[in-house]
């Protein structure tokens, strides 16, 4: 009966019909996972195989049209670096407290001032990742014009790894008590440098890759897929935080391989896109300030920096509101990370597929979504409160980021689309460098202040993008 039930479901989402299996097997699987491990993992399994066969089949013509397995490949790949998404923002704040980083003081005693940061010191490491990031890829965006996108996404996937696995040989080392203080600080953040500066070609070279293989028609649509692929990761990287309960640092360990992983996939499955530009053609920078597209990413910065100034304390928030202890914290959050992600890929595979709208009505749709999001966190008080407001960020998102993505690449040219993958990676860093140490200083003061503070930004985000045309 419940195989039936399943069949039934998946036969309503037309071209979301899984086609890599059988329908009868794909519903055994799927009723398998419900039946001996719950409605929860079911869910995942079910989105993870919608995925399979959602993106890596596309039926529009492109300039380089990909194999099946060289999408699969793609979004396999851009999947696992989802996951560091939950990596960070469930585990960094919560490992930086088993640290004592908020403990930490500033002191000039000539001057008699004295500062203690608090959780500003935290969300600080990820503020500084997020610089690193913005400065490191537009370089990796113009390199992979001339280098090519497969190159630069196995260097950014290796960075993903040996980044953690560095991050964890410090966190180690403070355990063990060989570090701690300023020096453990220090060395948390060049760890966190290193990662970021070699991680930050994974994202201009995958955006890249698909505007090299989607038309002007089908870039919305293209650049949804390759997002509701990171939100798949997001949905799955809480099943890699429980590993937490064994210790805080063992999530980052299994991420690490997971990376690497993906590095030796890309390497031996996915083919060079073919969109190589002429050296002399890839040497011409694309400048932030640049008529065709200064306005849209003054909106992708200011949308990312209140995405950053929450998502860097909301696991604060979960343990501060509702009283719980560090891993009762990590469990909660991870569960509202996950139906987050989940509102997402149900914004981007569903939504954004479907509905035929342009990127710049994504954008008009999604931010007044997003508003609703931070007024529900700012007034909750309750588990479902939260999860309700969470929810209601991952629609609003899911809408917004490839909004913003797909209409800045219909600015620019065919041999810009590098660059300007580059571009918007780094203006999403730049937005994330902003809102944790905005967040950070502003949770200090009052916890509920931080979400009615992103609430009004939304508010005129939501008021200029509608004054453009769609």
Known sequence: MLEKSVRLVGGRFGSMRIRLFPDTLTAKVIALFWRDHGPDCAVIVAGVVIVVSELSLS???????????ALFTLYLAVLVTGMAQALVFVLIPLIGRELKLHELVLELPVLAWRWQPRELAITALTALTSMVFSLAAPWWGRLSDRWGRRRVLIVGMLGYSGGTLLFNGVAEAAGAGLLGGAFLYGALALARMAYASLMAGSAPASAAYIADVTNAAQRAAGIGRLNAATQIGALLGPMITACAAISLLAPMYVYAALSALAALLVWRWLPESGARVAREQAQAHLRFWDRRYRRLLLIGFAMCAVMGMAQSTLVFYFQDVLRLDTL???????????????AMV????????????????????????ALLSYLLLASAASLPQLWAAMAAFGLGMGLCLPGFGASASLTVGST????????????????????????????AQNHSLTYWCAAAVM??????AWRERA
């Open 416 to 443: 810009e689309q590098g660059a300007m993958a580059g571009i918007v990676s780094a203006t999403i860093g730049w937005g994330f460098l902003a809102g944790p140490l905005l967040g950070g200083f502003i949770y």
């Open 59 to 69: 039926e529009t013509p492109s300039v380089f049209p990909p194999t099946r397995g």
């Open 346 to 369: 149900f914004a981007q595979l569903v939504l954004a597929q479907r509905c035929g709208w342009s990127s710049m009505r994504l954008l008009q749709i999604g931010l007044p979504l």
């Open 459 to 464: 508010v005129l985000l939501t008021v200029v």
């Open 328 to 342: 009762a914290a990590a469990s909660r959050f991870s569960g509202a990370m996950m139906v987050s992600a989940a």
